[in-house]
């Protein structure tokens, strides 16, 4: 299966900052990639697909780059209910879809 | 508007099974596939497989084959997943979603039931 590796597991920002989490495929997933952010108790939330286009409906603050084995999650500036846990998938070995070990974004 | 509602909490002792229904509506129930997603207390989130309601051909990750079986009732748009010989670690939070497209965009998982809480505990 192919492995996913998100940097950093965790971290702090303030509201207005600009984050980045990444994301590491073990071999080329091309732009096959998506990015949910969970909150505790709620489903996960579709953010970013094929690696970089943004869903209908998501801020655009969020933003996806990468291809590859390589990718990031960029958000401009940090809202509150931005605070959450983020987690990269791969859908290029299909039907053995993975995700990533998530990033939490806490409040400093 | 596309909703799924999934049924409730569910508390099984150890070697048992579970049934977890995920019932659609706002859309063409056949036309979209059904994955279930779970996540366990502290972890992250785990593929367990999908079903297309369309054939009911099935796809599950090696990890849960033999254990899980997914189906589907197109009469009432439901789909189900049961998960066999329950142990404590399968204690989690399963969700369902539906894939927009199972070739083109295979993990986009664009609408999510709510969760339920399956506990195995003795």
């Known amino acids: 299966d192919i492995q996913m590796t998100q940097s950093p597991s965790s971290l702090s920002a303030s509201v207005g900052d600009k984050v980045t989490i990444t994301c590491q495929a073990s071999?080329?997933?091309?732009?096959?990639l998506s990015w949910y952010q969970h909150k505790p108790g709620k489903a996960p939330n579709l953010l970013i697909y094929?690696?970089?286009r943004l869903e209908t409906g998501i801020p655009s603050r969020f933003s996806g780059s990468g291809s590859g084995t390589d990718f990031t999650l960029t958000i401009s500036s940090l809202q509150p209910e931005d605070f959450a846990t983020y987690y990269c998938?791969?859908?290029?070995?299909?039907?053995?879809?993975?995700f990533g070990g998530g990033t939490k974004v806490e409040i400093k | 508007q596309v909703l799924l509602v999934q049924s409730g909490v569910e508390v099984r002792k150890p070697g048992a099974s579970v049934r977890v229904s995920c019932k659609s509506s706002g859309y063409n129930f056949i036309t979209y596939s059904i994955t279930w997603v779970r996540q366990a207390p502290g972890q992250g989130l785990e593929w367990m497989g999908w079903?297309?309601?369309?054939?009911?051909?099935?796809d599950y990750p090696q990890k849960f084959q033999g254990r899980v079986t997914m189906t589907t009732d197109t009469s009432t748009s439901t789909a189900y997943m049961e998960l066999r010989s329950l142990k404590s670690d399968d204690t989690a939070v399963y969700y369902c979603a539906r894939v927009r497209d199972v070739v083109l965009a295979a993990g986009v998982f664009d609408f999510w039931g709510q969760g339920t809480l399956v506990t195995v505990s003795s």
């Open positions: 071999h080329d997933i091309t732009n096959q």
């Open positions: 094929d690696a970089s």
């Open positions: 998938q791969q859908y290029d070995d299909v039907p053995r879809l993975t």
């Open positions: 079903i297309s309601p369309y054939n009911g051909n099935t």
